[in-house]
């Protein structure tokens, strides 16, 4: 079978699954606080039809499968799916991301059943600030989460800090101390405003640039992009002398789109071909539950990865313009 290729001879080896939309957190930038309307759960796909898509897409070359929520670890039975998934040939990294709060009950589990990584969302080390940021959070369950997944040897395990101005970017560098002298990579993310019902003002917004000046002030940094497995779109570099990798994803104000190699299933089955663009999604969940043949879903996704645009609309000179009211939130479509 020929790669999956799309109009721009992008080569695409990734997809992110959304197996829930339900998040026991309420981060500011994802979700409003009383949460959102949540999916019925026979929209949801079921493990077997997550298992039939991610066979279909693995025999169109995907290499990378990576499960995402909501939290994941919220859905019922999911070291089952993990399993299941770990077993299909040609997936040559699964790795799941999560808020980390449930991480400490299911770290062994995971590692048994075939989980290769783990990606954990923490934007601060206080825990006041930690409960604000996430509307209810606790960050002792978090960093006991980081703790298990590096004694269960989910490795490298990375940690995903969305950088707000004057909200949390005075924990660059206490992050970085932090994690010192453990097989982690620290990735610092540009915060994105994108949803419905919660938006945080441009004034929030900070470009990567200004975070790498700040930890290049403190720390020596040696670039080592080639030796990062599932790097995707971070540019990552090595603490001097440490164990510590920090990697910078800049979305907004260098975006990495000519090179994007991804596309993203919904907790209710539609294909996504850009997180920061709606208009291009297919619901191949609906043609599943119609009982099409395998000849025809590899068809039809085959076709659809055609529509794959070239960059999403968003103006990183202009981040007041950047408020768009999205249909979707972070939480159905998995970050």
């Not at 990062?228 to 104000?253: C, E, N, T, W």
Request: positive net charge; charged residues 25%; hydrophobic residues 40%.
């Amino acid at each position: 079978m020929s790669p999956l290729i799309d109009r721009y001879n992008r080569v695409i080896r990734y997809l992110r699954i959304s197996i829930t939309d339900r998040c026991n957190l309420r981060c500011i930038y994802c979700m409003p606080k009383d949460g959102v309307p949540l999916l019925d759960r026979r929209d949801i796909l079921s493990y077997e039809e997550i298992e039939r898509i991610t066979r279909t897409f693995i025999h169109l070359g995907i290499t990378s499968v990576r499960i995402t929520g909501g939290e994941p670890l919220l859905r019922r039975d999911i070291i089952y799916l993990i399993s299941k998934l770990s077993n299909i040939q040609g997936i040559s990294d699964l790795s799941i991301t999560t808020n980390g709060t449930l991480l400490s009950r299911y770290a062994e589990s995971l590692k048994s059943a075939g989980l290769n990584r783990v990606n954990i969302s923490l934007d601060s080390l206080y825990p006041k600030r930690f409960f604000e940021i996430t509307q209810g959070g606790n960050l002792k369950d978090v960093l006991d989460g980081i703790d298990s997944v590096l004694n269960a040897d989910l490795t490298p395990v990375k940690i995903n800090m969305v950088v707000m101005k004057g909200i949390n970017d005075n924990e660059v560098i206490k992050m970085v101390r932090h994690f010192m002298g453990r097989p982690i990579n620290l990735r610092f993310i540009e915060c994105m405003p994108i949803n419905r019902k919660t938006f945080l003002p441009a004034r929030y917004f900070i470009p990567m640039e200004e975070v790498e000046k700040m930890i290049r002030r403190e720390f020596h940094l040696e670039h080592e992009q080639a030796l990062v497995k599932g790097a995707g779109p971070a540019d990552y570099y090595r603490i001097k002398g440490d164990l510590l990798r920090v990697g910078f994803i800049s979305p907004i104000s260098q975006h990495f789109c000519s090179n994007c190699n991804k596309v993203r299933l919904t907790a209710d089955g539609r294909l996504r071909l850009c997180l920061l663009e709606e208009r291009k999604e297919f619901y191949i969940g609906e043609a599943l539950h119609k009982g099409i043949s395998d000849r025809i879903l590899t068809m039809m996704i085959k076709k659809v990865i055609r529509s794959k645009p070239f960059m999403h609309r968003f103006n990183p000179d202009n981040m007041a313009s950047c408020r768009y009211e999205f249909k979707s939130l972070m939480s159905s479509i998995g970050g």
